[in-house]
Structures are given as structure tokens and as C-alpha cells.
């Protein structure tokens, strides 16, 4: 760290979550204490069909409320779910959001209860300077956010993570108040997520952490949450990719997604600028993409994190410091079924350019240890295109 003027950040910490197995039997009192009556559900098409979702249909039957349900969301969600969703809310006259699991039917319930009130486009308040004060803070509806998954973190976001259906840009949608008013965090919740799943949402965790701890913004506090955070998916997602119904390891892995999503408030990296052009353009897994990213930017970024992680490589419980930490990095994507390269993915050679230049557009880059370019970019895209 430089002069004092570069210690001066902005800093926030997450909101009221509940955390603990069967807490989702708290939902209606949730809604009550925010004087939400009549909430719109919003979740995604798959996990809408799934046992998961009928033992929430049922607890808010059971409690008289009027409510109605959302999911029309595609697993990279684009403005017009938004749209769709936004429709919905104002059809049914909603008075809150729940945002029941993964990233995707998170972050667009988020958007949802943010953009209802807005009269400018959602890319008005994209995640660039402060964009977010053009919002009309008085119109946001309370969001109560319910994940089923253990990977983004969007449920202690302040943002919303959607796709532009015409360029194929994913764009990071940020304002203070899309941070959900209540969490409820139940492990049983996550417990028949597929091991697919499991290691792709898992990974991106460990991704927020890895970026957040290598980012050299000063922020002490995501700085140790980060290294935590490591330490949680290291020894548990192997456990719960290998034994699902493993209820301790399956609670610390929703412990890591949350630490992951407050650490990155330090920054994030190469990691996220090269997966988020590849999730928009391939529709691709954002976790797994991260995953197969991983590798070649912690090789780029060696010589400016190679002392932190050989401090951090102990208490990680990996021997041999940063060569150490990017061999576990190679295997622990092998033993969970990753896919080797992007080209496993779908991704093309001719692709690269384009890429490039949408990484490089990407806020994720400003967090990054080494500044990136057009030549370090597409070095590291045709690394992770080969494997």
C-alpha cells in the first residue's frame, strides 16, 4: 500500500440474515415484518418445478398471504425477463420480492423490486461512477432474498448481474437498496442441488475469494473475509460435491458464498472480466467458466500476489505456497468434473477478439493486481481456450 490517499475507501457490511436448517420456516414473518402482504415469488423455470419450491408454495399458503409466482428466467437472465418481471409485479399489484435461488432468480427478483418504480432503462444505472443516484430511491420495493444455492452471493449483493439480449454484454446493475432486507439463509435448501451444480456454484464462491483476497484495494476487513472464505470452500466443497446430504458441509459452503459476495467489495479481477463476456456469448455456467479462468490469470498475476498466498498457503492447508495454491487450483477442478478448457465450453478461436474487447470493458478489471491490456487479455483467453 502506497501513500494514505490510497487507504481511503468506502466500505458497507451485509444485511439481517437468518441462518440455520429449516429457518425457511420464517418466511412469513419476514414478510410481515416488512409489511410485505403480498409478495411476487421469483425464481427460475427449473428450480420452479422442484421440491424446494412447493415447500415454499406451501409455507405461504399455509399463512393466508396473497402471492403469486415468476419464473420465467433464463440461467443468464437478460432484460426481458426483467421486463416480464417487472410486468408481473405491477399486474399483481405486489407490495415486495422474494428472490427464491441461484444467482439468476436472485438477481432478477432484486432487479425486479429496484427497476418497478424506475423510469429510466436498466442500463441507466449500470455499476460506472454514480450511475446509482439516478435512481428514484423512494419507489424500491423491500426484497427478502431465500438462496438454494451456494455460489454467488447475490443474497448480500448490492447488485444484479443481467444480460444485454442485443450486444450479448453481461452488465453489473449496482444501487445500495437492491441489498435484500432480510436473508434467509437454510442449508436443507441446498441439500439436492446436483453435483454439477454443486462444483460450479461452489467454485464461483471460491472465485470471489481468490479475486477479492489477490485485489490490492485496501480493505482490511473483505481482505481477512476473503482468506476465511478460501478456507471454507477448501474443506468443504469436496464434501459436499462427494456426499450431498452432508448438512455441515453444505451450511459452511453457504457461509462461503456469502463471505465471498462481501469480500468482493475489495475488487474482483481477470477472473470475472473474461467470464462474464463468456456467460453472455456461450450461455455458459458463470462458476464453471470462472473455474476454467482461474488458472491462467493467477499465473498473470504471479508476481504481485505471489507473497500474500505464500503467507496464506499454510493456513489454507496447502503445502508449497502460490505454486502450491495454483496445483491445488488444476486439481480441485479435475476431481469436480470442470471441463479442461473454453473450448469445452463452445467457445471459438474467432471468438477471442470480440472477448477481448468486452473483457476490457469490464469494471471487474479495475480490481485486478496487474493492469490489463488488449496483449496480456488475449494471451490469457488463448491460455484458457487450449487448457
Given at each position: 500500500?502506497?501513500?494514505?490517499?490510497?487507504?481511503?475507501?468506502?466500505?458497507?457490511?451485509?444485511?439481517?440474515?437468518?441462518?440455520?436448517?429449516?429457518?425457511?420456516?420464517?418466511?412469513?414473518?419476514?414478510?410481515?415484518?416488512?409489511?410485505?402482504?403480498?409478495?411476487?415469488?421469483?425464481?427460475?423455470?427449473?428450480?420452479?418445478?422442484?421440491?424446494?419450491?412447493?415447500?415454499?408454495?406451501?409455507?405461504?399458503?399455509?399463512?393466508?398471504?396473497?402471492?403469486?409466482?415468476?419464473?420465467?428466467v433464463?440461467?443468464?437472465?437478460?432484460?426481458?425477463?426483467?421486463?416480464?418481471?417487472i410486468?408481473?409485479?405491477?399486474?399483481?399489484?405486489?407490495?415486495?420480492?422474494?428472490?427464491?435461488?441461484?444467482?439468476?432468480?436472485?438477481?432478477?427478483?432484486?432487479?425486479?423490486?429496484?427497476?418497478?418504480?424506475?423510469?429510466?432503462?436498466?442500463?441507466?444505472?449500470?455499476?460506472?461512477?454514480?450511475y446509482?443516484?439516478?435512481?428514484?430511491?423512494?419507489?424500491?420495493?423491500?426484497?427478502?432474498?431465500?438462496?438454494?444455492?451456494?455460489?454467488?452471493?447475490?443474497?448480500?449483493?448490492?447488485?444484479?448481474?443481467?444480460?444485454?439480449?442485443?450486444?450479448?454484454?453481461?452488465?453489473?446493475?449496482?444501487?445500495?437498496?437492491?441489498?435484500?432486507?432480510?436473508?434467509?439463509?437454510?442449508p436443507?435448501?441446498?441439500?439436492?442441488?446436483p453435483?454439477?451444480?454443486?462444483?460450479?456454484?461452489?467454485?464461483?464462491?471460491?472465485?470471489?475469494?481468490?479475486?477479492?483476497?489477490?485485489?490490492?484495494?485496501?480493505?482490511?476487513?473483505s481482505?481477512?473475509?476473503?482468506?476465511?472464505?478460501?478456507?471454507?470452500?477448501?474443506?468443504?466443497?469436496?464434501v459436499?460435491?462427494?456426499?450431498?446430504?452432508?448438512?455441515?458441509?453444505?451450511?459452511?459452503?453457504?457461509?462461503?458464498?456469502?463471505?465471498?459476495?462481501?469480500?468482493?467489495?475489495?475488487?474482483l479481477?481477470?477472473i470475472?472480466?473474461?467470464?462474464?463476456?463468456?456467460?453472455?456469448?456461450?450461455?455458459?455456467?458463470h462458476?464453471?467458466?470462472?473455474?476454467?479462468?482461474?488458472?491462467?490469470?493467477?499465473?498473470?498475476?504471479?508476481?504481485?500476489?505471489?507473497?500474500?498466498?505464500?503467507?496464506?498457503?499454510?493456513?489454507?492447508?496447502?503445502s508449497?505456497?502460490?505454486e502450491?495454491?495454483?496445483?491445488?487450483v488444476?486439481?480441485?477442478?479435475?476431481?469436480?468434473?470442470?471441463?479442461?478448457?473454453?473450448?469445452?465450453?463452445g467457445?471459438?478461436?474467432?471468438?477471442?477478439?470480440?472477448?477481448?474487447?468486452?473483457?476490457?470493458?469490464?469494471?471487474?478489471?479495475?480490481?485486478?493486481?496487474?493492469?490489463?491490456?488488449?496483449?496480456?487479455?488475449?494471451?490469457?483467453?488463448?491460455?484458457?481456450?487450449?487448457?
Amino acid at each position: 500500500m502506497g501513500s494514505i490517499k490510497e487507504m481511503t475507501r468506502n466500505w458497507s457490511y451485509p444485511t439481517n440474515i437468518k441462518f440455520g436448517c429449516g429457518r425457511i420456516v420464517e418466511l412469513p414473518e419476514a414478510c410481515k415484518s416488512l409489511n410485505i402482504n403480498n409478495p411476487l415469488l421469483v425464481t427460475d423455470r427449473a428450480l420452479a418445478k422442484l421440491e424446494t419450491s412447493k415447500r415454499v408454495f406451501d409455507l405461504l399458503n399455509k399463512s393466508g398471504m396473497c402471492w403469486s409466482i415468476f419464473s420465467s428466467v433464463d440461467p443468464n437472465p437478460n432484460e426481458v425477463n426483467l421486463y416480464d418481471g417487472i410486468k408481473a409485479f405491477k399486474t399483481g399489484k405486489h407490495d415486495g420480492v422474494i428472490a427464491l435461488g441461484g444467482g439468476s432468480g436472485l438477481d432478477i427478483g432484486k432487479l425486479i423490486s429496484f427497476m418497478v418504480g424506475q423510469s429510466r432503462p436498466v442500463w441507466d444505472f449500470e455499476d460506472i461512477a454514480d450511475y446509482w443516484q439516478r435512481a428514484k430511491t423512494d419507489s424500491i420495493y423491500p426484497i427478502i432474498a431465500v438462496p438454494t444455492t451456494a455460489g454467488t452471493g447475490s443474497e448480500v449483493g448490492r447488485a444484479g448481474v443481467i444480460t444485454n439480449s442485443q450486444t450479448l454484454e453481461k452488465k453489473i446493475i449496482f444501487h445500495p437498496k437492491v441489498l435484500p432486507s432480510i436473508v434467509i439463509c437454510d442449508p436443507e435448501l441446498t441439500i439436492s442441488m446436483p453435483k454439477d451444480i454443486t462444483a460450479g456454484t461452489g467454485l464461483d464462491a471460491f472465485a470471489h475469494c481468490v479475486e477479492a483476497f489477490s485485489s490490492p484495494n485496501f480493505h482490511p476487513m473483505s481482505h481477512g473475509i476473503a482468506l476465511e472464505g478460501m478456507r471454507l470452500v477448501i474443506e468443504n466443497l469436496p464434501v459436499a460435491y462427494n456426499c450431498g446430504s452432508d448438512i455441515k458441509a453444505r451450511a459452511h459452503m453457504m457461509c462461503a458464498a456469502m463471505m465471498g459476495a462481501t469480500a468482493f467489495q475489495k475488487g474482483l479481477g481477470a477472473i470475472h472480466a473474461m467470464s462474464h463476456p463468456v456467460g453472455a456469448l456461450v450461455n455458459a455456467h458463470h462458476g464453471t467458466t470462472n473455474a476454467i479462468c482461474m488458472p491462467s490469470v493467477l499465473r498473470l498475476n504471479k508476481l504481485a500476489i505471489k507473497e500474500r498466498f505464500d503467507g496464506a498457503s499454510g493456513y489454507l492447508g496447502i503445502s508449497g505456497g502460490f505454486e502450491g495454491f495454483c496445483s491445488f487450483v488444476k486439481e480441485l477442478n479435475f476431481d469436480l468434473g470442470i471441463p479442461a478448457n473454453l473450448s469445452d465450453l463452445g467457445v471459438k478461436s474467432d471468438q477471442i477478439g470480440d472477448l477481448v474487447v468486452k473483457a476490457l470493458d469490464d469494471p471487474s478489471c479495475q480490481g485486478n493486481p496487474v493492469e490489463l491490456n488488449q496483449n496480456n487479455m488475449r494471451a490469457l483467453f488463448e491460455e484458457a481456450l487450449a487448457g
